[in-house]
């Protein structure tokens, strides 16, 4: 199982080399997430239509090793963007990927880029 | 590890061994307690409640496993016969013989039984134990066939007029005897007890003074009692309530010392004349007197408690008889020196026949001290009249205003509870003192009502005190400049009721107006979910709305398991189901290969779909006539039923097709927490409609309908709210009770939880379900008639629609199922793999 978690680490927007198209802005629910296949990778977009801002971060949730994070309900905390997992509502911060309910588990977050009508991520390969 | 028995397991040595937990030192001991009655310790103050619907487990005092947890060995239908001082061993019944180093003797009372002739007869009873009370109801119910309707009851005190009110709950016409000249002649004056009279006499009860019972006629079971001056009162069943005599055998045979009419002497520690053995409660004799209410057993066993463990507490000079409580329905209390009158004392009454209202106050002659007074019809005043009395408080100036208000315009005579001292003992049950509720919350041990009192007890013994508690509470707050709100979560500064009300006002549709106009931020998984659920109860809109503002499990109309995948589960009204359609379920299973489990609520669940296949499944269930089972959502799941009249030979009603009606009124219904529900064809239960949040048991004449109850972590019997009643005044009342609690309930709060914190409690329920006290049924019955004509599958709603279809697909970038996701074999059927 640590091999499918340490597959995702985050990836900061100046160090981008490859930008994945993602799919287009309609494919992804309003104010909220989906999931895309990249590689052996599952990536959770999120469209979060009422901050008009766009997040990605791994799909599988670090506590139980799901892959259900894109199906989770989206919200802040003081004003941190964030995702609550659906199977036990652990909140992961949508900018950095910490966890906010003061536990150690981490996620990994990407960069999306809006180009036209159209979603990309980006990753280091 | 020192040891102490208890013998006794009534109210107070039940008190003995939960004050005894809680003191420091107590590890080094080890209790024991004996019984001899074949239960758990029970409230025997509210004892006619059983006649009233109340179980003997509803009447317990503890959970079951309380003693387990608290490391005390509790043996009951066990009598101890006999006690050897020398050796410090006992003796049980079942000649077992175990040693003590510290002996308590809570023995408590028996029904004092007056020496008449026949008392011996078939049909005489006395008023004690739970088993006292079955035997009257299994022999009430016999005289009741054979055409008897006239009871008699021998003593027209306080325990006398509650078995009248038993006797009078069987459907008997009671006949109260007294010795005396009135009524409660321990507490009331004439005026009082004529007030009460008339009272009782409105509901038929007859009480008869002055009589002295020469003997009991009949030749095997009784027929009647016979008084003085050969007068007969004809009745069929007698039962004794007179008084109380102290259990005190063990004293006795023991060689401790016993007072003349009964009781063992104890000291101001509660030990007997051997300082190994203490007696608590109403086997104890202190200062001469036997003790027959519950406030002063429970500062004995506190003082016990405390001497063992090597305290200093004593017992007070003198002990305190106030009273308030409720006979029959009308208020009486009386405190401190009801009666005393000479030069010193003047006496001021106040008496209203129309209204049925008597109070009276003694007040010294300076109008400076109250020392006592009784209050009948009306006792609203008497915790404020009991502090004046106790503290030593200064009078207004004119002392009448206090039973009779304030008539010139100046403030009230008693401002607030918090102008008492804070010495003030407010709950007197469990002695809790004003400054111990208001420390509580300004030393941050406690916030609420409920924290205070499960802190410090107080208002768990007879309750009376819970208003000035409540009030202390407020006021505390308030003068640290708290306002104790609980609010949704960050976003809204509501609760779930107001933010209820405010969508509906203000007709908002969309969770963006409403976190715009009320709230702030950007919602989150508290608060979102919650405004669905809300959305659902107003407009019935299906969870196929608002899709990413719902629970995840609403979102995609099924319930996410340990790997990520769904289980499917279709209603099953009421259990009942075809044998096509379980063939259907069946091919279902196998095709997409789901493991099958019938679950608690008569369904069948199917686990393991993923997240691709949830819509083909229902498809083919929707085909075949299955419906949404709501399995995932905070709305009704089911209503569990028993075969019913249809089939089985005890049922006395149709409890199958009730509960199909019932499940499909309410199907979708979206409410604060998940809601159950029973139908049982007779009180044989088999549905379990007592474990749920409504149920209703099928009785001779009706439904008897009960509220509230849940299984789960915190199991709670659902409460009687209605008996006798028709199949439409049972959903009627539903209706009624349902949408109240969907309207003001807090967001995951059941609806037991609900009742417990609803202010009023069932008293308050039924005022507004039945008595429509707020003026809402109306309103009530209508939204949920529209909630049930608008009702629509939202299953069949999404899979007609190619828009809402498209949710269900792990990739939004493929149409390839998780791969991740593995399975392997459990008994026949399969299980995700573990990781």
């Known amino acids: 199982m640590e091999n499918i978690l340490n597959q995702y680490e985050t990836v900061n927007s100046d160090e981008v080399k490859v930008w994945f198209k993602a799919g287009k802005i309609a494919d992804f629910p309003s104010n909220g997430g989906g999931c895309i296949k990249y590689k052996n990778k599952q990536i959770a977009i999120i469209k979060f239509d009422r901050r008009n801002e766009w997040y990605a971060c791994q799909n599988l949730c670090p506590h139980k090793m799901e892959m259900v994070l894109s199906r989770g309900m989206i919200g802040s905390a003081d004003d941190i963007p964030k995702i609550a997992c659906p199977m036990h509502k652990k909140t992961f911060s949508l900018v950095d990927g910490s966890n906010l309910n003061g536990d150690d588990l981490k996620i990994a977050t990407y960069p999306v880029k809006i180009v036209e009508n159209e979603v990309f991520v980006g990753f280091l390969e | ?835």
């Open chain 2, 1 to 835: 590890m020192i040891k102490v028995i208890v013998v006794g397991n009534g109210m107070v040595g039940y008190k003995f061994c939960e004050k005894f937990i809680a003191k420091s030192g107590h590890e080094e001991y080890q209790i024991t307690v004996f019984g001899e009655e074949p239960r758990r310790a029970y409230d025997r103050v509210h004892l006619s409640e059983y006649f009233a619907g109340k179980s003997a487990d509803d009447l317990s005092l503890s959970t079951s496993n309380w003693y387990e947890e608290n490391n005390i060995i509790l043996n009951t239908s066990e009598l101890i016969t006999d006690i050897n001082r020398e050796q410090k061993t006992i003796h049980t019944h079942l000649e077992k013989t175990h040693t003590y180093d510290y002996l308590v003797l809570a023995t408590g009372s028996a029904a004092f039984v007056p020496p008449i002739e026949g008392v011996e007869k078939e049909g005489v009873f006395v008023y004690r134990t739970i088993e006292d009370l079955d035997a009257i109801m299994a022999y009430a119910k016999k005289i009741k066939r054979n055409g008897a309707t006239e009871a008699a009851v021998l003593g027209g005190g306080l325990l006398g007029l509650e078995a009248a009110k038993a006797v009078y709950d069987l459907g008997l016409n009671p006949h109260v005897v007294e010795f005396a000249p009135r009524l409660m002649p321990r507490q009331l004056d004439k005026g009082a007890s004529d007030m009460l009279q008339s009272k009782i006499e409105e509901l038929n009860i007859s009480i008869h003074l002055n009589k002295s019972t020469q003997y009991i006629a009949g030749e095997h079971a009784i027929t009647g009692m016979m008084f003085e001056g050969d007068d007969l009162l004809k009745v069929d069943m007698l039962v004794i309530s007179a008084g109380i005599k102290p259990r005190d055998e063990l004293g006795r045979v023991s060689g401790l010392e016993v007072g003349v009419r009964g009781g063992i002497v104890v000291n101001n520690q509660m030990q007997s004349s051997d300082p190994y053995i203490y007696a608590i409660g109403e086997v104890a004799l202190y200062n001469h007197m036997i003790y027959g209410l519950v406030a002063p057993g429970y500062e004995m066993a506190d003082v016990a408690a405390e001497q063992i463990l090597k305290g200093a507490k004593t017992m007070r000079d003198t002990i305190d008889m106030s009273t308030q409580l409720k006979l029959i329905g009308v208020e009486v209390a009386s405190f401190g020196d009801p009666f005393i009158e000479n030069e010193e004392v003047t006496a001021i009454v106040y008496e209203n026949k129309l209204s049925g209202i008597y109070k009276r106050i003694n007040v010294t002659k300076d109008s400076k001290t109250l020392l006592g007074g009784i209050l009948v019809g009306d006792s609203s005043d008497y915790n404020a009249l009991f502090q004046i009395y106790s503290n030593a408080m200064p009078l207004p100036k004119n002392p009448e205003d206090l039973i009779l208000g304030s008539r010139g315009g100046e403030a009230a005579s008693f401002g607030s509870a918090m102008d008492l001292p804070d010495t003030a003992v407010i709950c007197s049950c469990e002695n809790v003192t004003k400054g111990a509720i208001c420390c509580s919350i300004v030393d941050e041990t406690c916030a609420t009502f409920g924290d205070v009192v499960k802190h410090t007890k107080a208002t768990t013994g007879c309750g009376g005190c819970k208003p000035m508690v409540v009030d202390l509470v407020k006021a505390t707050q308030k003068s640290l400049g708290k306002e104790v709100k609980d609010v949704i979560c960050e976003h809204f500064a509501y609760n779930r009721q107001e933010l209820y009300d405010i969508i509906k006002i203000n007709k908002f549709t969309s969770h963006d107006e409403v976190l715009g106009v009320v709230g702030k931020g950007d919602g989150c998984e508290v608060c979102k979910p919650l405004i669905s659920s809300i959305f659902s109860s107003i407009y019935n809109d299906t969870a196929n709305k608002h899709v990413t503002a719902q629970d995840s499990n609403d979102r995609f109309l099924a319930n996410i398991q340990r790997n990520g995948t769904y289980s499917v589960v279709p209603r099953i009204a009421g259990g009942e189901i075809t044998a096509d359609k379980l063939i259907v379920i069946g091919e279902v299973a196998k095709e997409y290969n789901l493991y099958t489990k019938i679950t608690g609520g008569q369904r069948i669940d199917l686990f393991g779909a993923q997240l691709n296949d949830l819509p083909k499944i229902w498809k083919i269930l929707i085909d075949n006539g299955f419906e949404s089972g709501h399995a995932y959502g905070k709305s009704l799941r089911t209503v569990k039923s028993c075969v019913g009249n249809a089939w089985c030979r005890y049922g006395m009603d149709e409890s199958a097709g009730f509960a199909i009606e019932l499940e499909n009124r309410y199907k979708g219904l979206r409410s604060p927490h998940k809601i159950k529900g029973g139908v049982s064809a007779c009180i044989r239960e088999c549905a379990e409609a007592r474990g749920k949040d409504f149920g209703l048991i099928a009785v001779e004449g009706g439904w008897n309908l009960y509220i509230c109850g849940n299984g789960g972590a915190n199991p709670k019997h659902a409460v009687l709210l209605a008996e006798q009643i028709d199949r439409e005044t049972c959903i009627k009342y539903l209706d009624r009770f349902l949408m109240f609690y969907i309207r003001t309930a807090g967001p995951l709060v059941r609806t037991s939880t609900w009742l417990e914190k609803l202010e009023g409690g069932l008293d308050y329920l039924k005022e507004v379900v039945i008595n429509d006290s707020l003026g809402i049924v109306e309103a009530l019955e209508t939204e949920m008639q529209g909630l049930v004509d608008t009702f629509e599958c939202e299953w069949k709603q999404a899979i007609e629609d190619p828009e809402m279809m498209k949710r269900f697909s792990h990739f939004t970038n493929s149409d390839e199922a998780d791969d991740n996701i593995a399975f392997v074999s459990l008994r026949d059927q399969k299980m995700p793999k573990p990781w």
